[in-house]
């Protein structure tokens, strides 16, 4: 169910609204250093901790298969450096872990990396500034805690002792106060 038309692109349910999110191969040549590079930038504009700072190579942190293969065809459809992109920063999946909200995930739902949510959190300045707002599970990444190649974690962002922080911790995890961002397939 499509619920109000903005622009030629379709607002799908449960979306939060349209989101501008930049290629990530446009900031560095690996998904891990656009990561750093977009931390760096968001850090720079309010309190900020990156508990995975020196972390964000490929042995710790990767796209997830699914969401890569459907940000790749959403950027055949738009050309540009920026896409478009339906989402929300978490409500819907709220108290469940990564894991559970890609479990239940609709057909057309995407999980959103760090990157991505990083981007939005620079363009939404009144997300996360206080401890009593939505923590966002980044469902859309993997993390291996230890580099030991075992990717049971998942990158997420979070308030916490006057700023915000990123981090990871278990998928399997679930929080009342936190829920994964996702973003939705233009139908």
Not at 10 to 37: C, H, M, S
Not at 47 to 71: A, I, S
Not at 129 to 137: A, G, K, M, R, S
């Amino acid at each position: 169910h499509e619920k109000a038309v903005t622009g030629k692109l379709a607002l799908p349910e449960n979306a939060e609204g349209l989101f501008a999110i930049p290629r990530w191969d446009k900031f560095a040549p690996t998904y891990g250093e656009a990561v750093q590079v977009v931390l760096a930038k968001l850090g720079s504009t309010r309190p900020f901790h990156n508990y995975c700072e020196g972390q964000l190579g490929p042995d710790w942190l990767r796209q997830r298969e699914k969401t890569v293969k459907m940000f790749q065809m959403l950027g055949n459809q738009q050309k540009g450096d920026i896409l478009i992109v339906p989402a929300q920063f978490g409500l819907l999946h709220r108290g469940r872990s990564a894991r559970r909200a890609r479990w239940v995930f609709k057909t057309n739902e995407f999980g959103l990396g760090s990157f991505a949510i990083a981007c939005m959190l620079l363009t939404h300045k009144e997300r996360l500034v206080q401890w009593e707002q939505l923590h966002i599970d980044c469902a859309g990444d993997e993390y291996a805690p230890g580099a030991g190649g075992q990717f049971l974690g998942a990158p997420c962002f979070f308030w916490v002792g006057g700023g915000l922080r990123f981090g990871a911790r278990w998928c399997d995890g679930a929080l009342a106060g936190g829920g994964s961002a996702s973003w939705f397939f233009p139908q």
